[in-house]
T-cell receptor, first 109, second 115 residues
Framework: GIQVEQSPPDLILQEGANSTLRCNFS?????LQWFHQNPWGQLINLFY???GTKQNGRLSATTVATERYSLLYISSSQTTDSGVYFCAVETNYGQNFVFGPGTRLSVLP | ETGVTQTPRHLVMGMTNKKSLKCEQH?????MYWYKQSAKKPLELMFVYSLEERVENNSVPSRFSPECPNSSHLFLHLHTLQPEDSALYLCASSQEGGGTNDEQFFGPGTRLTVL
């Protein structure tokens, strides 16, 4: 099955800093989502982005499907951005969503 | 608020108990999913239902029994669980059950502890 890797596994930032999270996948995909899991376990949809670039406030994402990676950019980070960020992909041959291991982000005041 | 609700939010049960987790989606979607999230492991897909039919069962032990009576409700019936089944159980829904343009939305999860 498809392999999904995320880097870095852990990231500590000072409030106001910018960061880039990466998701690599081993096969062609037709779906890709980025999620933020808050400390209470809720998965919050950030982007649905199988290809291209999207922006939502301080967050933006880019997926280069031909090169099998996606990037999540967080600018001017805030303490409320802390949590775990997951990417999840679905393959072209119908394998349902496979999640990466996540990046744990801690934003310090 | 994602439009997907789960009850209970927390559950503690003994290994001989029988309990059920409930998920309800208010998004008009046709597909629903159960995931398991254990400590230090990626989310694992357990079951997929599309139009109330089970379309995927990822080698889940029979002590977990799903039920989808209609496209808005999904249950996970639990019996004779093991302590290693303690985890966060997440429900999700999507419009189509996979394929292009099919975005998943998650409920808040049920944190299960098996004693």
């Amino acid at each position: 099955g498809i392999q999904v890797e995320q880097s870095p596994p852990d990231l500590i930032l000072q409030e106001g800093a910018n960061s880039t999270l990466r998701c690599n996948f081993s096969d062609s995909v037709n779906n890709l989502q980025w999620f933020h899991q808050n400390p209470w376990g809720q998965l919050i949809n950030l982007f649905y982005i199988p290809s291209g670039t999207k922006q939502n406030g301080r967050l933006s994402a880019t997926t280069v499907a031909t090169e099998r990676y996606s990037l999540l950019y967080i600018s001017s980070s805030q303490t409320t951005d802390s949590g775990v960020y997951f990417c999840a992909v679905e393959t072209n041959y119908g394998q349902n969503f496979v999640f990466g291991p996540g990046t744990r982000l801690s934003v310090l005041p | 608020e994602t439009g997907v609700t789960q009850t209970p939010r927390h559950l503690v049960m003994g290994m001989t108990n029988k309990k059920s987790l409930k998920c309800e989606q208010h998004l008009g979607h046709n597909a629903m999913y159960w995931y398991k999230q254990s400590a230090k492991k990626p989310l694992e897909l357990m079951f997929v239902y599309s139009l109330e039919e089970r379309v995927e069962n990822n080698s889940v032990p029979s002590r977990f029994s799903p039920e989808c009576p209609n496209s808005s409700h999904l249950f996970l019936h639990l019996h004779t669980l093991q302590p290693e089944d303690s985890a966060l159980y997440l429900c999700a829904s999507s419009q189509e059950g996979g394929g292009t343009n099919d975005e998943q939305f998650f409920g808040p999860g049920t944190r299960l502890t098996v004693l």
